[in-house]
């Protein structure tokens, strides 16, 4: 009876803190532990891989970090107190920091715990606990535990990889002869496949599979009047207007792209970026990734590798055409991976200035900054429960290195910019409209705008 009570107790809290059945409270109480189940599975299924690598010393490493990511699983559902990282590594002293800061608004008379603390930060946190209990057993410390869904996913989405591959040789061939409407028709169509690619998002899924698995060109004219806020306008005024003042040769159009998730979104940011250089839009792309496996699907380093790598050894001749000329790009300088640590912080972008202020004076490079998918807008906009109307220059709390446009498919309960009514429309006739990925927006906003 007793630990009925305490089970009742804790749910309760759950639903006090995070609304009964709010997308917080269902990513709390059944997408994260999942996820966490998810990489216990996964460690479970390599201890032969473990084995022939490292021998014994690599299967004990694989129980203790599975140890480890039980424990947290536990801590996660039942409300324990959020823990200060242990490993050592670069950025645990900014997350402890964080912690700290999160512990002083609270008072000395209760905890930091999973359901008192803001989600974003424990979201974010559980995920840099998981690459905790790698980095604390070596030489396991480089598995990344989600690489199997990442694979998967990019495999499942070749016959849409393909079109889409085929689809930008073909207007390279004669991009060179393009009048500038047809130059902004084609911006317009690889944004809006840039776009809709941020469906494929693992961590919605909870891992499981979530591919693009039909030609996404067919269907851009049908989902044009899901996109509640559609700022190409002013994104394509952005980028002809640096290309027209681009006439000296020091003069350089850079253009950055925050990534988002792996796969089949990755590939349609490469044929964006693509297309960008080859129709001097820009001179050059500094794609933005993380530093460590994140949210399940996102891109790091060694995704973005290998996407190149797979893209370049295809048999089919278009992708292996796209996968050649990118690794060119890269080897030539004209596309830069970065992977700062602070996209793998809990901070809003608001605090970029303060707390990494050489990442922020890189973006300041920028002509302008693409960054896609919910968790970039999550952190644009400070995760805040805003009105839907409030503005998003608004929203983005003097965040404004340079020109930025989103490129976001609603996958989480926060929206800002919209038309006065329309937010409490859909919200009448859809309750879950925020959440689903079935509406989308391109949101832009200057510093330059009067």
């Known amino acids: 009876m007793k630990s009925f009570k305490k089970k009742k107790k804790e749910e309760e809290e759950r639903r006090k803190r995070f609304g009964r059945r709010s997308f917080a409270y269902l990513t709390i109480t059944e997408r994260l532990p999942y996820i966490v189940t998810k990489a216990v599975d996964t460690l479970h299924r390599h201890t032969d891989t473990f084995f022939a690598q490292y021998g014994q010393e690599g299967v004990e490493a694989e129980k203790t970090a599975i140890g480890l990511l039980s424990k947290l699983r536990n801590e996660l559902q039942t409300d324990k107190p959020v823990l200060p990282l242990t490993d050592g590594f670069p950025d645990a002293a900014q997350w402890n920091k964080y912690l700290e800061q999160q512990q002083?608004?609270?008072?000395?008379?209760?905890n930091t715990s999973w359901f008192k603390a803001p989600w974003l930060y424990v979201e974010c946190y559980m995920y840099r606990r998981i690459h905790e209990a790698l980095l604390l057993n070596p030489p396991m410390c480089d598995f990344d535990v989600f690489n199997e869904a990442k694979t998967q996913g990019f495999m499942e989405s070749q016959e849409a990889i393909i079109a889409i591959s085929t689809h930008l040789q073909k207007v390279n061939a004669n991009v060179k002869c393009f009048k500038e409407t047809e130059l902004k028709a084609e911006l317009q169509r690889l944004l809006q496949v840039s776009l809709w690619g941020n469906r494929c998002d693992l961590?919605?899924?909870?891992?499981v599979a979530n591919s693009q698995k039909l030609n996404p060109l067919t269907t851009l004219d049908s989902l044009k009047p899901l996109i509640l806020v559609d700022d190409f306008e002013s994104v394509w005024c952005c980028l002809i207007n640096s290309k027209r003042k681009g006439t000296s040769e020091t003069a350089c159009t850079r253009v950055d792209i925050v990534l988002d998730n792996s796969g089949f979104e990755l590939v349609a940011d490469l044929i964006l970026a693509d297309f960008l250089i080859t129709s001097q839009l820009a001179d050059e792309i500094h794609f933005h990734g993380k530093s460590i496996p994140w949210y399940v699907s996102d891109t790091t380093k060694t995704d973005f590798d290998w996407t190149l790598k797979q893209?370049?050894?295809s048999c089919h001749l278009q992708m292996s055409c796209c996968g050649v000329a990118w690794e060119n790009n890269v080897t030539k300088g004209v596309w830069i991976y970065q992977d700062h640590p602070f996209w793998t912080f809990p901070h809003a972008f608001c605090d970029m200035s303060l707390v990494a202020n050489d990442l922020y004076a890189e973006l300041q490079k920028s002509n302008l900054i693409f960054f896609k998918g919910?968790?970039?807008y999550r952190k644009l906009t400070g995760d805040r429960r805003w009105n839907y109307s409030v503005p998003f220059e608004t929203a983005l709390r003097g965040f404004q290195p340079a020109p930025l446009c989103s490129l976001r498919t609603l996958k989480a309960d926060i929206q800002v910019g919209l038309k006065p009514g329309l937010g409490e429309q859909l919200a009448a006739s859809e309750p879950d409209?925020?959440?689903?990925?079935?509406?989308?927006?391109?949101?832009?906003?200057?510093?330059?705008?009067k």
Do not use: C
């Open 311 to 313: 893209m370049k050894t």
């Open 433 to 449: 409209w925020m959440t689903t990925g079935h509406y989308a927006v391109i949101q832009f906003n200057s510093p330059l705008r």
């Open 104 to 110: 002083a608004r609270l008072g000395s008379e209760e």
């Open 374 to 376: 919910d968790l970039n």
């Open 203 to 207: 961590s919605i899924s909870a891992g």
